[in-house]
């Protein structure tokens, strides 16, 4: 179990995600941002259909600022190094929900049923928080299976990319950056599935993300819609 957080600590981390906010919104508004595919993804929303959105670890720099104000539930780490990123989320109208694979998970399961039942949206991070690298845990697929949502990979890349050596090679950018935010197209989950048909079904949602990264990485000039996040 973790050790509780002393005060000063607490303190420190608030004051980081307070000013966490004003930072982020004007780093990415400083950016140009390309936004390609997500007609499906934005129909699914408007019709109430539950969502999973998938994003590998080392790509959620941009997640808090560009879902912001939309009331999407992040699944983020309870550690620590989960704080920041949950207050600057939980002060863009996300419903934080803290829980990992590697922390029991049976509270924020059912907290993310009944969101994506009741026609809600999840972000989840299926290689998080420590790895391995772009390995997909079968846990988003069991929980579109659970829930008939609609799984829905998400990246982005962009003209000035920083890779930080992490476990993950986070990728970061600077301010005045052109930016690509790419969607996948969406899929569901068969209700009855075999252990193989599951692992096959894993693996190929594993390479779906990877190869979506490579599509953003490789061009951003794709065709698709300019403008604001």
Request: glycine fraction near 8%; proline fraction near 7%; hydrophobic fraction near 40%.
């Amino acid at each position: 179990m973790m050790a509780p957080m002393r005060f000063p600590d607490r303190l420190r981390r608030a004051s980081i995600g307070l000013a966490g906010k004003p930072l982020f919104w004007l780093w990415f508004k400083l950016c140009r941002w390309t936004v390609v595919g997500r007609e499906e993804y934005e129909t699914l929303r408007r019709a109430g259909k539950p969502v999973v959105l998938i994003i590998w670890h080392s790509r959620i720099f941009i997640v808090p600022y560009f879902f912001r104000k939309r009331g999407i539930m992040p699944l983020v780490s309870p550690s620590r190094d989960g704080e920041i990123p949950a207050q600057i989320m939980a002060r863009w109208g996300y419903k934080v929900l803290r829980g990992s694979s590697s922390h029991s998970m049976v509270k924020a399961w059912n907290v993310m049923v009944r969101e994506l039942r009741s026609g809600g949206e999840v972000i989840i991070v299926p290689d998080g928080p420590r790895g391995p690298n772009r390995v997909l845990k079968e846990g988003c697929l069991k929980l579109a299976q659970q829930t008939g949502a609609h799984i829905v990979p998400f990246t982005f890349s962009s003209s000035k990319n920083k890779f930080l050596k992490s476990w993950d090679r986070f990728l970061m950018f600077p301010p005045f950056s052109r930016v690509t935010a790419v969607f996948g197209k969406p899929f569901t989950v068969k209700s009855k599935l075999s252990a193989d048909e599951l692992e096959k079904l894993r693996r190929q949602a594993e390479e779906l993300l990877n190869s979506l990264d490579g599509r953003a990485d490789a061009s951003l000039t794709l065709p698709g819609k300019n403008g604001k996040p």
